[in-house]
């Protein structure tokens, strides 16, 4: 069977450049983009939808993919991408300045251990959070919600030379404040807490020089951490649902939904 050039070209870009779009949204988004997923996974399934898009009949520019052309338009695949995962990842990065915060109040910062997710260092009351958020996002079927929404995006923002406007990486900063305050609304109660606690602590040492305050402070202040984390643990699926909701809404916005 003879195949003209033409139709190769159209067959290479017709899976090249969703393949881009979709492989750098998997590896800048949680969970998919995690150390303990193999490369592998995450390339095949990547290529697995990038072959379904390809046999939905995407609209495509007339440029040869292997040209100068072709590279931009997969570089700006690449940036829709990446800033589809990063929304995601910035909610992720949320939760986990919250338990950083509460650590350090509660006088565990030096307690770090190796996140897997994110290969760095973290405190470990902020690995507490990150599990119970990752078990909130696949319980809420967050990763479904994003796989669709980067489906969808090909008929909403189609491939083409142009990409992403400056309005939409704005926008992603400006999302960085609304990170920081929902880090501090998770964080807000225990540090509250574990301020008063800290006060009541210097009242107990003026009132008594004599008490050891190290040996009987540090300890306390563990356990009344241990007991304020139990205690906001209930409220995070809600203010973790707001950053989803928001992180969402952020990305139907700028795909064009």
């Known amino acids: 069977m003879a195949l003209a050039a033409e139709q190769l070209v159209l067959w290479v870009g017709a899976v090249l450049w969703p393949f881009a779009r979709i492989g750098a949204m998997l590896v800048a988004m949680p969970i998919f983009g995690a150390d303990t997923v193999n490369a592998r996974v995450r390339m095949g399934l990547a290529l697995l939808l990038a072959i379904f898009v390809a046999m939905q009949g995407p609209v495509l520019p007339d440029i040869d993919p292997l040209s100068l052309e072709g590279v931009l338009v997969t570089l700006h695949q690449v940036a829709i991408g990446v800033f589809m995962g990063f929304i995601l990842q910035m909610v992720f990065s949320a939760v986990t300045q919250a338990g950083e915060v509460v650590a350090l109040g509660m006088g565990l910062g030096f307690a770090s251990i190796m996140d897997p997710?994110?290969?760095?260092?973290?405190?470990?009351?902020?690995?507490?959070?990150?599990?119970?958020?990752?078990?909130?996002?696949?319980?809420?079927?967050?990763?479904l919600?994003?796989?669709?929404?980067?489906?969808?995006?090909?008929?909403?923002?189609?491939?083409?030379?142009?990409?992403l406007n400056a309005e939409a990486f704005y926008a992603?900063?400006?999302?960085?404040?609304?990170?920081?305050?929902?880090?501090?609304?998770?964080?807000?109660?225990?540090?509250?807490?574990?301020?008063?606690?800290?006060?009541?602590?210097?009242?107990?040492?003026?009132?008594?020089?004599?008490?050891?305050?190290?040996?009987?402070?540090?300890?306390?202040?563990?356990?009344?951490g241990f007991v304020l984390m139990m205690l906001?643990?209930?409220?995070?699926?809600?203010?973790?649902?707001?950053?989803?909701?928001?992180?969402?809404n952020l990305m139907q916005t700028r795909m064009g939904f």
């Open 232 to 248: 906001i643990l209930p409220g995070l699926p809600e203010r973790f649902g707001e950053l989803m909701f928001e992180a969402f």
């Open 172 to 224: 992603l900063v400006a999302f960085g404040s609304t990170m920081f305050v929902g880090a501090v609304l998770v964080a807000l109660p225990a540090v509250a807490s574990l301020l008063l606690v800290n006060i009541s602590m210097g009242v107990i040492t003026r009132a008594s020089p004599q008490l050891n305050i190290f040996a009987v402070g540090f300890p306390m202040m563990i356990l009344i």
């Open 145 to 163: 919600i994003a796989l669709e929404l980067m489906l969808t995006s090909f008929e909403t923002m189609p491939i083409a030379p142009t990409g």
């Open 117 to 143: 997710a994110q290969g760095v260092q973290v405190p470990v009351v902020s690995t507490i959070f990150v599990i119970f958020s990752t078990l909130l996002f696949l319980a809420m079927n967050g990763h």
